[in-house]
């Protein structure tokens, strides 16, 4: 059977593609091939387990797929060739294809540890069966260990407290969230957790996970040994690119498909979106991997919009990366460099810090004190990254923040910038932390 676009993944970057593609092309066939029945939020599997308590409640639904007149087809693609222009598939079939799109993702790296197999182990698939069976796993555990302190690992951890697990999480780096955030905001993080009762080791990594047939303890390069029912297995992802070097598309230097600016690939019939294409940092042009499905869409709406013929320019100049969590009430966000990446870079910088809450005046119900840190390159004013901690109002203020970064408002301008207040929604005119930051960092040039 011929398409004129086949889809090859169903999670945001595929859905988004074809959407977008139906958007632009009406007349267009299309096709979504994915490997699982159903579709997955993502970025929800860690609340699987104390908030949601249910795997169901983070399943999609096809019904705007199926209203735009998107084929779904649930099988996986074992083959391309690209000179016929064709995908062959597990079940047999064979389908042509005009234009087609990567969407492939990322699949979870598992660690070399010895015992890493046993029974009780898991890691996170975007699979729905699967993550059945580890949220029933967890509800029959009552101590689990996490491996890893990122993002995943920490967001996870949390939320098998809210369901009144013992839960202890292993970081071989020296904070939790160290990747994303510099130590005093790792050290937030650290403290709430603390707080709810989550134990967890930094600088150790698990040596060995032993039991007899299923998991029983982890030994700790510390020689300490924790008794567990179940282990979780938070230790990042890598691009799924198996079937694009298969088929001899190009792999960049990140380890994920290389493409242009509008998202083909090597081949000029073949497109890539999402975790498994490479993107381009903002501030150094470099190749680098990042992992996040509000980067996956935006990805999606280029290739979608350009899959037959260029219809939208894509002014974005590189991937600066915003990132945020939810850890009990605190939220943290980070959008481009941190201060300790960005000295490692080698930008001559400075810092700058504020405080201020979140309503005004700060008697008022909900009001949250916000941190806001930002770091400005000393030639040029250039703002070349934030981070932002404080209740539900941090997560939007990062967004801001990574407005200001790609549209290149310099720190003077920044300091008058015009703003909307209120006093049961935002900080107070003089308190806006964000800006006060930004004039500490002047302050210092």
């Known amino acids: 059977m011929k398409y004129d676009a086949i889809i090859i993944g169903g999670g945001p970057a595929g859905s988004v593609t074809a959407l977008t593609a139906r958007r632009y092309y009406p007349d267009k066939k299309i096709l979504l091939i994915r490997k699982t029945r159903n579709s997955i939020i993502p970025c929800a599997i860690p609340y699987?387990?104390?908030?949601?308590?249910?795997?169901?409640?983070?399943?999609?639904?096809?019904?705007q797929?199926?209203?735009?007149?998107?084929?779904?087809?649930?099988?996986?693609?074992?083959?391309?060739?690209?000179?016929?222009?064709?995908?062959?598939?597990?079940?047999?079939?064979?389908?042509?294809?005009?234009?087609?799109?990567?969407?492939?993702?990322?699949?979870?790296?598992?660690?070399?540890?010895?015992?890493?197999?046993?029974?009780?182990?898991?890691?996170?698939?975007?699979?729905?069966?699967?993550?059945?069976?580890?949220?029933?796993?967890?509800?029959?555990?009552?101590?689990?260990?996490?491996i890893g302190g990122g993002f995943v690992g920490v967001e996870i951890a949390d939320d098998l407290n809210r369901a009144g697990k013992d839960v202890y999480v292993i970081e071989i780096l020296?904070?939790?969230?160290?990747?994303?955030?510099?130590e005093e905001f790792c050290e937030l993080v650290e403290n709430k957790l603390r707080e709810i009762g989550v134990k967890f080791y930094v600088n150790t990594r698990v040596n060995k996970i032993v039991g007899q047939g299923k998991v029983e303890k982890v030994i700790l390069s510390t020689g300490e040994e924790i008794r567990t029912d179940l282990v979780i297995l938070?230790?990042?992802?890598?691009?799924n690119v198996d079937l694009a070097q298969k088929s001899g598309i190009e792999i960049g230097k990140s380890g994920c498909i290389r493409v242009d600016e509008y998202l083909r690939t090597s081949d000029k019939n073949i497109f890539a979106v999402g975790d498994c294409a490479e993107k381009k940092f903002l501030f150094t042009g470099e190749p680098i991997k990042m992992m996040l499905a509000s980067i996956a869409t935006a990805e999606a709406r280029i290739a979608g919009a350009n899959l037959f013929e260029l219809k939208v320019v894509n002014q974005v100049r590189g991937t600066i990366g915003i990132f945020s969590t939810n850890i009990r009430g605190l939220v943290l966000g980070t959008a481009g460099l941190i201060e300790r990446e960005a000295r490692e870079k080698g930008f001559d910088i400075v810092t700058g810090y504020a405080e201020g809450m979140d309503r005004h005046p700060a008697t008022l119900p909900g009001a949250s004190l916000v941190m806001a840190k930002c770091i400005v390159a000393k030639r040029g004013e250039v703002i070349l990254g934030w981070e932002i901690a404080g209740g539900l109002s941090a997560a939007e203020m990062i967004n801001i923040g990574g407005?200001?970064?790609?549209?290149?408002?310099?720190a003077s301008k920044l300091v008058n910038m015009q703003i909307g207040t209120h006093p049961l929604s935002t900080p107070s005119p003089p308190s806006y932390p964000i800006i006060n930051a930004v004039i500490d960092a002047l302050s210092k040039l």
């Not at 938070?234 to 691009?239: E, I, N, S, V």
């Open 234 to 239: 938070a230790t990042g992802t890598a691009p």
């Open 48 to 63: 699987i387990f104390g908030t949601l308590k249910s795997v169901d409640r983070i399943k999609i639904s096809d019904e």
């Open 65 to 146: 797929l199926v209203k735009n007149e998107i084929e779904i087809l649930i099988d996986e693609v074992i083959g391309i060739d690209r000179e016929k222009r064709r995908v062959k598939t597990s079940s047999g079939k064979i389908l042509e294809y005009d234009k087609l799109v990567l969407a492939t993702g990322a699949k979870p790296i598992t660690p070399p540890i010895k015992g890493v197999n046993l029974k009780g182990v898991y890691s996170i698939y975007k699979d729905p069966d699967y993550l059945e069976e580890l949220l029933e796993a967890a509800e029959k555990a009552d101590r689990i260990v996490v």
């Open 174 to 182: 020296p904070h939790l969230l160290y990747l994303n955030f510099d």
């Open 403 to 410: 407005i200001i970064i790609e549209s290149g408002t310099t």
